[in-house]
C-alpha cells in the first residue's frame, strides 16, 4: 500500500471515519490511512461507565469494542466513506478466532482497503489481550484470518507480553503482512475518596506520552525481527509532535500511528507533517523511507568510572 503520508489515525479514536474527515480544516493530503473503530461479528453495548479517565501525560480508556457489528458497518457504514479522501483499514475484533474468520470474511467480501487484527484490546474481559500475549495463539488468530482474506493484514501487538519479537516472528510466519506497534499498556485509576478504581471496567488501556519510550523500545524490537522479511510497521504510543514520529520512524517504523493526541488538537497531523518535512529538507533527504531503521546504537555501554 502506498500512502500519501506517513500519518495513521488509529483506531477508536475516530470512529469509523466520518467523525474526523468531516472537521473543517481536514485535507487528505494529511492523513495515510484511517483505522476504523473495532468491529466484532455482533453488536456490543461496550463496558459500564465511566469508559474514559484522564491520568498525568495521558489517558485510560475502557470502551469495550462498542460497535453496531460488522454486518452494519459493511453494509452501511462502509459506503458512506470516501476512498478517494484516502486508505481505510478495518479493526478486526473477536472472542474466538471463529468471530475473527467471521469478522474478516466479511470485510474481505468489501472495499476495505487492509485489515488490521486486533489481538491486544486490554479493556475487555475475554478475547483480545488473551490472544495477544500468547504468541502461539496470536500466530493462530493470524493464520485463521490469512486463511479467508488476500487483502493486507497487520497485526496489533500488544506490549503486555514477555516477548514481543518473539511473537512478532510468530505471526510473520502465519502470514501477517505488518504490525502495528504497540497498542495501549494496561493501567488503573482510583479515586480515594470512594476508594474504587475511576474506570468502570476497574482497569484500562492506557495512551498518551507516557506510554511513549515503552512504545519505543518494541518497535525498536520488533523492527529487528520484521526487517528481515521485509515487513513494515506502524509505530505508536504517545506521539504528540514530529520529533516524536521521527524518532519512531528512526527506531524502525515504517508510518506512524496518531491517537491520543487527536483528543486535544484534531488538526495536530499538519502540524507533524510540516515538521517531518522541514526535518527531511534540514537534512537532504527526500522520504522517511531513507532514515527508517537508522538507529545507531551505542556499543559496548559501560559503567562510568570513578569514586564515591
Do not use: W
Request: hydrophobic share 40%; proline share 6%.
Amino acid at each position: 500500500m502506498q500512502l500519501q503520508s506517513p500519518l495513521v489515525l488509529l483506531s477508536g479514536c475516530v470512529g469509523f471515519g466520518e467523525e474526523y474527515t468531516r472537521i473543517e480544516g481536514f485535507s487528505n493530503r494529511d492523513v495515510g490511512a484511517v483505522c476504523l473503530k473495532g468491529t466484532t461479528g455482533q453488536a456490543r453495548p461496550g463496558n459500564a461507565p465511566h469508559r474514559v479517565c484522564e491520568t498525568p501525560m495521558g489517558m485510560i480508556n475502557a470502551i469495550g469494542l462498542q460497535n453496531p457489528g460488522v454486518d452494519k458497518v459493511v453494509d452501511e457504514i462502509l459506503p458512506t466513506l470516501d476512498f478517494n479522501e484516502t486508505r481505510f483499514i478495518a479493526n478486526v475484533s473477536g472472542s474466538t478466532i471463529e468471530e475473527y474468520i467471521q469478522v474478516t470474511r466479511k470485510f474481505d467480501d468489501s472495499d476495505i482497503d487492509a485489515i488490521e487484527i486486533n489481538i491486544s484490546c486490554p479493556n475487555v474481559k475475554e478475547g483480545g489481550v488473551a490472544f495477544g500475549n500468547d504468541p502461539e495463539m496470536s500466530a493462530r488468530v493470524v493464520e485463521a484470518c490469512r486463511a479467508v482474506t488476500d487483502k493486507p493484514l497487520i497485526t496489533k501487538l500488544s506490549p503486555n507480553q514477555t516477548d514481543i519479537a518473539a511473537n512478532a516472528r510468530g505471526c510473520i510466519e502465519a502470514g501477517t503482512d505488518g504490525f502495528a506497534v504497540i497498542n495501549t499498556l494496561m493501567g488503573m485509576a482510583v479515586d480515594i475518596h470512594s476508594r474504587t478504581p475511576i474506570i468502570g471496567n476497574n482497569q484500562g488501556g492506557l495512551s498518551g506520552p507516557a506510554i511513549k519510550p515503552v512504545a519505543l523500545l518494541k518497535v525498536h524490537q520488533v523492527y529487528q525481527v520484521a526487517r528481515d522479511h521485509d515487513i513494515p510497521i506502524i509505530g505508536q504510543g504517545g506521539i504528540m509532535t514530529a520529533e516524536d514520529a521521527l524518532e519512531f520512524i528512526i527506531a524502525g517504523a515504517t508510518t506512524v500511528g496518531i491517537g491520543t493526541a487527536l483528543f486535544y488538537d484534531p488538526l495536530v497531523c499538519p502540524k507533524i507533517n510540516e515538521g517531518i518535512l522541514a526535518y527531511l529538507k534540514q537534512h537532504d533527504l527526500e522520504s522517511v523511507e531513507q532514515i527508517t531503521g537508522t538507529l545507531v546504537l551505542n556499543e559496548n555501554p559501560t559503567l562510568c568510572k570513578g569514586k564515591i
